[in-house]
Every structure is written in C-alpha cells, then in structure tokens.
C-alpha cells in the first residue's frame, strides 16, 4: 500500500479535483495495493440477505463511473457503491467545485452529478458481473439536470443496473442539481418510489431475489419531512435509506477560507448533524428498515456511534481526503475494539443501542 503520508504534500499541491483524478488513475493501475490483513469475524454482518465481510462502506461520489471498485474493495472495505450516474453523460458544474477545507477535516463540492453515463457504468459493472470472489457492489442512480421527468430518469437507471449490483440507490438528496431535494417532499418521493420499484420488478432477472432497493436523503430535513419519509418507506416497503448526504449549513466553527463556498459540506462538521437524522429515522421507523450511516465518520467511534444510533452499515469518504486509504484498516480495528468493550458478539447486538437505553 502507497504511504499516503509520503504523498499527501504533493496530492495537495494540486487543486482537488486533479488530486482525486491523480487517485483514481494510481488505483486503476494498481498502485494503491491491497490490505492483507485478516478480517475480524465479529465485525462480519448480514444484511437484505447478503454477507458484508465488514460494516464500512465507501460512499458514492468517490467512483462517479464505477472504474475503480475492486480496488477499493482491496483496501478493505466491506462494501462499495459506485455512482451517482446519470442516464445521459453530463459535464457538471463549472470548474472550480471542489473544496479542501484543511482546518476543518471538511469537504465542499458543487459537481452537479458529472457523469459519463449509464452506458459507460454499465459496462464497467458487467465486465466484473461474474469475477470471481466479486465484493458487495452497490449501484447510486441520479438525474439528468434538464431531465423534464425525474422519475423516469431513476427507472431507467434502476433497469440498466438492476441485474449488476448487488444493492440499488436512488439519490433525491444532492444539493447540487437544481430542484432534486425537492423530491424528498412526500408526494414526489412516494411516486418516484413506486416508479422504481416497478422497473425494479420488470427487470431483475431473478424475480425471487431482486436486489435490495434504498434512497439516499439528506441531513438537513425537518421533523415533519423526516416523518414523512419514514412513513413513505414504510408503507412502500423498500428495503433501506442512506442517511445521510452533503448539507448546505455551514456551521459557526467553520474556518476555512472555502467556508463560504457553495455546495454540500462534508467531512467532520457533518458528524453530529448526520447522526442526529440517522438516529431520528430508525426511531420514526421503528427500527423496521436497514439504514446505512454516512457523513463525518473519519474513526472507529464514528461507525460505532452510527451503529448505536440504528445503523447496520456504514459508510465514509471525505475522511480519506485527509487520512490516505490506510483509514479503513484503522476505522475496521477501532471498530471492534469498541464492540468488544461494550460486550457486544456482532455488529447486528449493537445496531439501535441506543435507542434501548
């Protein structure tokens, strides 16, 4: 494995953007290395049916086009989702639209779902469908900014991918395309839900096993919309939310230069916000419905508080920004320690503890 140590300084005299390109080309080409060490079987879970050697994920958005997700799966972690993609390939927004904000472990983007496309996706999941020992690979769909139908924009997405990813992501919750978090209003998520799950069940090939269908909301809901979104899920039945996305709250401690940046703030000051709308939903649920935490999650007291907070996976990126791909061993050690500390057997005894209190 690369010493990100070693080449942290020279990553970030490029812009940020051009660092992640400089990223995602070492791992295509096989530089970032693999993680040999053995996973801890009390950190090994199930959920919607399926083995996740560990409960850390990688978020959407850091491999857009789904290019360089068995590398990721190398470094350790126990699931990866790939996307958002687009059904049509779209540039994004003007450049300049990713933020470094080095004194607060924090992230701004404004890329407006830059995508190559669900052809190109497509093909990139299809050529590793059958490899064998495949990790868990998750699929995030979005829409085209023009697009005059959203909901049109997720079945198709949700039809193209639905028999090459092992889970399914409509994300209504970015705030960097116009009039998307719109769709997390009752109405229009209740129908863009039944839209999906339909083309869901007309084009899983194994309509005995279709892959679990979830929706990404955002942070910054209020408690009538959480509420809502709670009810919608369960009365739609879908089998999990992704809590939660970017915010577009700048916190008073900010204080970075980029602070005044537009876009969605992730990293560190998301933490607390995250969770807190994370831990809001499993009790709004009922505990009924698998969640995945993300947001802010940079160490293993991180995941852990997501989990106690009623997540069954979790997920981070912005944190590899400024700790280098060694994180997940680390995030994957502090993890198991924690559980071991607190008497839990599993990750699942420890899902919702504290709502148990």
Known sequence: MLSYGAVRPLLHLLSPEAAHGVAIWALKNGFAGRADEAEDSILATRVWNLSFPNPIGLAAGFDKDAEVMDAMLALGFGFVEAGSVTPLPQPGN???RLFRLDEDRAVINRFGFNSKGLDHFVARLRARQHAAGAGIVGANIGKNRDAPDAAAD???????VCGLADYLVCNVSSPNTPGLRSLQARAEIEALIGRVLEARAKHAPDKTRMPPLLVKVGPDLDEQQLADIASV??????????VGNTTVTRPAS???RHAVEAGGLSG???LNLATKCLSDLYRLTGGKIPLIGCGGVASGGDAYAKIRAGASLVQLYSALVFHGPALVLRVKRELAACLRADGFPSVVEAVGADHRR
Do not use: C
């Open 154 to 160: 997720y079945a198709a997405g949700i039809a193209k």
């Open 268 to 270: 560190l000051p998301l």
């Open 254 to 256: 900010l204080a970075s």
């Open 94 to 96: 003007p450049k300049p």
């Open 233 to 242: 899920a369960l009365a739609t039945r879908i089998d999990g939310l992704i």
